[in-house]
């Protein structure tokens, strides 16, 4: 079959699955029929629309070129790690573009992932050294701000990919404990996924974010709380650095809030017994409205803030043992 019937016969698939990186277009510019266009094509905004571009130049191919102008866009792609791509012209390998089951399931999903799935918990490191996504995919995605957003361009970027990138994505997740997330895909165990693994539900989720500033007044994240979480694997150290790096207790707890609504339902109760266990029975409270230990009211902060003056005449050593023995510290205060 000769190349611009190939392009018409797939043509839809081709506009979903080919990448137009700079590799791809620089590799282009060596084919003479294509290359005074590849400028043109590099103005354009959206991939699809310089997918098009390409699609409708080699269909223009004339016909005694179509044989060499195929074969060196076959090369080209394969140079640049589209083989799935290079093989709807000419099969060469088991390598296929994405098939519709899993295209479906992916971009059903993509509310549910953009709100649980996240990419900087090692799940980039993992899928680039499977050579599921590039270095440039890889450099694309970081540059996203926000975990959404980034995982809104992980999942466009693995649409492009091959068929087993899908099965690579769901190992990925697991390995990096977002067994949770393989749930929103699967709806059941698969590889290793704990079958008790589940996103955080709605109510949990709503109760964290609705009390973000609450839990930014009263919340010690460094109070023994971040080791705990991490010794029962409720976050990673990679999420532990994540949060340490931010500079102040309100943005240390925004970070923390941040990660925790995006895990497993269970990491609800494990954040309210781990608070408990860490002195702050309090933050608990204000999540749960239960118990009886209560944050200190704001009348009360607010004479403490009043009477900030009155610092210089405290002796700090002859209150400590007191104020520990009584549990109003922790031997970390």
């Given amino acids: 079959m000769e190349l611009g019937q190939i392009v018409v016969s797939n043509f839809s698939t081709l506009l979903r699955c080919l990448d137009p990186t700079n590799e791809l277009l620089g590799k282009l510019l060596s084919i003479a029929f294509v290359k005074d266009r590849i400028s043109v094509i590099e103005q354009l905004t959206t991939l699809d629309d310089k997918n098009y571009a390409i699609l409708r130049a080699l269909r223009e191919v004339p016909d005694d070129l179509q044989e060499s102008v195929m074969n060196d866009f076959i090369a080209a792609l394969r140079l640049c790690g589209q083989e799935h791509v290079a093989n709807i012209f000419r099969p060469e390998s088991y390598k296929v573009p994405m098939s519709d089951e899993h295209r479906k399931m992916l971009v059903k999903e993509i509310p549910e992932l953009c709100k649980f799935l996240d990419p900087e918990n090692g799940l980039l490191n993992e899928l680039v050294s499977l050579e599921v996504i590039t270095l440039v995919d890889y450099s694309r995605i970081r540059t996203k701000v926000g975990l959404d957003v980034m995982a809104y361009e992980l999942i466009s970027t693995i649409l492009r990919k091959s068929d087993d990138a899908?099965?690579?994505?769901?190992?990925?997740?697991?390995?990096?404990?977002?067994?949770h997330v393989v749930h929103v895909l699967t709806g059941k165990r698969e590889h290793g996924a704990e079958s008790d693994k589940v996103p955080m539900s709605e109510e949990h989720r709503n109760m964290i974010i609705k009390q973000t500033v609450e839990l930014c007044k009263y919340l010690d994240p460094e109070n023994g709380l971040l080791n705990t979480l991490i010794s029962?694997?409720?976050?990673?150290?990679?999420?532990?650095r994540r949060i340490r790096m931010k500079v102040g207790f309100d943005d240390k707890v925004t970070e923390l809030i941040s990660i925790i609504v995006r895990k497993s339902d269970d990491a609800f109760q494990a954040l309210i017994n781990f608070l408990k266990g860490t002195g702050q029975s309090h933050v608990a409270y204000v999540l749960t409205g239960e118990g009886d230990s209560r944050p200190v009211s704001e009348d009360i902060r607010k004479k403490l803030r009043e009477k900030r003056h009155l610092v210089h005449s405290i002796f700090p050593h002859d209150l400590m043992i007191p104020l520990i023995r009584d549990d109003v510290f922790t031997s970390y205060d």
């Fill in 166 to 179: 899908y099965q690579a994505l769901i190992d990925s997740l697991i390995e990096t404990g977002q067994s």
């Fill in 232 to 240: 029962l694997e409720v976050i990673t150290l990679v999420e532990n």
